[in-house]
């Protein structure tokens, strides 16, 4: 390939650091896309002859029905699936193909390739968001009234209805579904013909090549558009975050799934064995899930260090900007499959997330506000006297609503009979019923605002 200005071959070592067809045989599909399209736009332009934009489209065909039939041949001398790919046109069709890399340079036709790998990613995991948030948008329905206690802390604090919860995760993924289009409109512009890095003096047409490919618009500035990974960073942040909170989820799972918990049972499908203990079922899609995200934000890291102290234009370390980029993606798709599955086959124990929510004082908060409500108390003074409740009934070993009205009033006289319906954890999910609240009517208008937005009901 520059064997002109050079009087011996790369060496051993130089062969092995140089070569990228290892993992970069991943972009043949893109990088072929790409040619094709420059060809038919060489062509069209007078740049190179009809006759040769034919067989060179011809030949490209060929190579992608072979790539897709037989895998891409990893020859390290070529170095890469771009050089790969014109030697193998060249066997095709001869010298025509030397004529496919006009106007043109590998820098923009691997930023070219790349970006068209990472939209499609983008895709890939807003398809992914979108199977989880109907699951969870189902399950939360089915469960709008169910009552679990909440947390903070990981100590019980007031209860809420499962359906509640399951519709925070929908608001993550609801997030993280923003971002990747974000991320996608961002890269919705072509690099191709920025050439090395200062552009052509061939009379191209960068609209028609953007078109061909999808994009928006081709790039504004050369030297950006070859050195550009900012696409990449996006999508691997965007990774990162929807990873961040697929961890979250999984975590709860874990924990919800063991014995001191017993809230829900997990699928056997996403669920294994112990090869020792027979009682054992493990809940290793979900410790996976977990630990798929240290990978992604890994992977994040990765790049961004890469890139932090590049000049314009490109430079060889760019060559590793795709193997964190090729990882994340393909944990984040698996990650979310993995995810969606245990969403929508578990089973909850509603009686005994019931039973948690009902042991663990979280209607104290609604003794006091009842204090507040009902006695004209200042939270402050009511947030003490409930205290001092708590402490009773912890003493005697019993709920909050078992306590004798008369142990009551001797805290404090403003305490009457009315307190009973404000201490039972229905009274408690029902009166939280403030916009965003736990109430199951309000979990229910959630619930039904996100079937619209998702279109389950079309």
């Known amino acids: 390939m520059w064997g002109g200005r050079f009087a011996a071959g790369p060496s051993a070592i130089m062969r092995e650091i140089n070569a990228s067809i290892p993992f970069d045989k991943a972009l043949w599909g893109e990088d072929i896309a790409g040619s094709r399209a420059h060809a038919a736009m060489l062509g069209a332009q007078g740049i190179i002859s009809p006759q040769d934009a034919a067989a060179i489209d011809a030949g490209l065909a060929q190579i992608a029905e072979e790539y897709a039939r037989d895998g891409v041949p990893e020859d390290w001398d070529l170095e890469d699936i771009h050089m ?4 193998r046109l060249t066997a095709l069709i001869g010298p025509a193909a ?9 820098n923009d036709q691997v930023a070219t390739d790349f970006r068209l790998w990472v939209r499609a990613a983008c895709e890939r995991a807003e398809a992914g968001l979108d199977a989880l948030q109907r699951a969870l948008v189902t399950r939360a329905g089915e469960h709008a009234a169910s009552i679990t206690p909440g947390f903070t802390h990981l100590q019980t604090a007031q209860p809420v209805t499962l359906g509640h919860h399951l519709m925070a995760y ?3 993924a609801r997030r993280d579904r923003s971002r990747f289009a974000d991320a996608r409109a961002r890269m919705d512009e072509c ?8 552009g052509t003096g061939f009379p191209i047409d960068r609209e028609a090549t953007a078109r061909a490919l999808d994009f928006a618009r081709p790039t504004a500035n050369s030297l950006d558009a070859v050195s550009d990974r900012d696409f990449a960073l996006d999508y691997l942040q965007a990774a990162a975050q929807c990873a961040l909170h697929l961890s979250r989820l999984a975590e709860e799972l874990i924990l919800w799934a063991s014995q001191p918990f017993g809230f829900v049972r997990l699928p056997d499908a996403l669920s294994t064995g112990s090869s020792i203990m027979p009682q054992k079922k493990n809940p290793d899609a979900a410790e996976l899930v977990r630990g798929h995200a240290g990978r992604i934000v890994g992977a994040l890291t990765s790049l961004m260090v890469t890139m932090k102290g590049l000049p314009l234009a490109y430079s060889k370390d760019m060559q590793d900007d795709k193997p964190p980029v090729f990882e994340a993606a393909s944990l984040l798709d698996l990650s979310l499959a993995a995810m969606t599955g245990m969403i929508a086959e578990s089973s909850f124990d509603t009686a005994r997330m019931r039973s948690a929510a009902e042991a663990g004082f979280a209607t104290a908060t609604d003794l006091a ?3 507040v409500r009902e006695g004209g108390v200042p939270f402050r003074e009511a947030h003490h006297i409930t205290g001092a409740v708590v402490k009773l009934a912890e003493q005697r070993g019993v709920a909050l609503d078992a306590l004798p009205l008369a142990d009551l009033r001797a805290i404090d006289s403003r305490i009457d009979e009315r307190v009973y319906g404000a201490l039972s954890v229905d009274a408690s999910v029902a009166a939280r019923a403030s916009y965003g609240g736990t109430a199951p009517n309000r979990v229910r208008e959630q619930v039904a605002a996100a079937r619209r937005a998702l279109g389950m009901d079309e």
């Open 191 to 198: 690099p191709l013909g920025s050439a090395a890095l200062a």
């Open 84 to 87: 790969t790919t014109e030697s």
């Open 170 to 172: 929908y608001e993550m």
């Open 369 to 371: 506000d009842w204090l």
């Open 98 to 106: 030397g004529r496919l890399h006009t106007a043109r340079s590998r």
